[in-house]
């Protein structure tokens, strides 16, 4: 499985971005796709996954009720809408990929390259 996350850029804050994660291939033991972020001197966080099967999601602290996570199947591609940016939204974003649902970073086998956010005015 490779994973192409792209969609990042520069917004002001309150503004939106759509990230995507692109997949090379998708295969049964690869079930979940998640979203995780890192800002400058922070540890890596999630900030949401998807189940592929039937789309359910789990939202991290951090950016719920800001965020909402979807999936083109026939795309293979996972996107995360994020609305009301801020500027401690400013972080690399990854997306990664594992076959159980985790919040856990070290249960995500497969990563994305990641694409940066930065919000500022």
């Known amino acids: 499985v490779q994973l192409q996350a792209s969609g990042g850029g520069l917004v002001q804050p309150g503004g939106s971005l759509r990230l995507s994660c692109a997949a090379s291939?998708?295969?049964?033991?690869?079930?979940?796709i998640g979203w995780f972020r890192q800002a400058p001197g922070k540890e890596r966080e999630l900030v949401s996954y998807?189940?592929?099967?039937?789309?359910?999601?789990f939202y991290g602290d951090s950016m719920k009720g800001r965020v909402t996570i979807s999936r083109d199947t026939a795309k293979r591609t996972v996107y995360l809408q994020m609305d009301s940016l801020k500027s401690e939204d400013t972080a690399v974003y990854y997306c990664?990929?594992?076959?159980?649902?985790?919040?856990?970073?070290?249960?995500?086998?497969?990563w994305g390259q990641g694409t940066l956010v930065t919000v500022s005015s």
């Open positions: 990664a990929a594992t076959n159980m649902p985790t919040i856990l970073e070290d249960g995500y086998h497969y």
């Open positions: 291939s998708f295969t049964l033991d690869y079930a979940v």
């Open positions: 998807i189940r592929r099967s039937d789309g359910s999601a």
